[in-house]
C-alpha cells in the first residue's frame, strides 16, 4: 500500500519559516520524480515544486522562487519544501506527490501525478 504523508504545516506569521516534509512507503521511492502542490480555499490545485528523482534537476513556481526549495532524501524516502520569508498568500494546504510513471521526468502539470498525500495546512497571517 502506497503512503504519502506530509508534516511540518502549522501557524507562522508574514516573514517567517516553515520546513514541509512527506515520508514515502510503498513505493520505490528513489524511481519517481517528485512534487509538491498547493490549494487554497476556492482555489485551484497549484504547482508548487518539482524534482528528479536524483535530484540533478529541481524547480519551483514563479510564486514561490526565491523563497521555497525543494529537496529529497532517497536513502530516508523523504521529501521536502523549505518555505522562507512567508507571506499571507502562501495559506494553502499543501500536497506532496509521486509522478504517475517511474523513471518519468518532473512536469509541472496535476495530471502527471496519481500519488498523493492527505495534505498539510499552511496558515500565514500578517
Known amino acids: 500500500q502506497v503512503q504519502l504523508v506530509e508534516s511540518g504545516g502549522g501557524l507562522v506569521q508574514a516573514g517567517g519559516s516553515l520546513r514541509l516534509s512527506c515520508a514515502v512507503s510503498?513505493?520505490?521511492?528513489?524511481?519517481?520524480?517528485m512534487a509538491w502542490f498547493r490549494q487554497a480555499p476556492g482555489q485551484e490545485r497549484e504547482f508548487v515544486g518539482t524534482?528528479?528523482?536524483?535530484?540533478?534537476?529541481?524547480e519551483v513556481g514563479d510564486s514561490v522562487k526565491g523563497r521555497f526549495a525543494i529537496s529529497r532524501v532517497n536513502a530516508k524516502n523523504e521529501l521536502y519544501l523549505q518555505m522562507n520569508n512567508l507571506k499571507p498568500e502562501d495559506t494553502a494546504v499543501y500536497y506532496c506527490?509521486?509522478?504517475?510513471?517511474?523513471?518519468?521526468?518532473?512536469?509541472?502539470?496535476?495530471?502527471?501525478?496519481?500519488?498523493w498525500g492527505q495534505g498539510t495546512q499552511v496558515t500565514v497571517y500578517s
Open positions: 506527490a509521486a509522478h504517475s510513471r517511474r523513471y518519468g521526468g518532473t512536469s509541472r502539470r496535476l495530471g502527471d501525478y496519481d500519488t
Open positions: 524534482i528528479t528523482r536524483t535530484s540533478s534537476y529541481r
Open positions: 510503498g513505493l520505490t521511492f528513489s524511481d519517481y520524480p
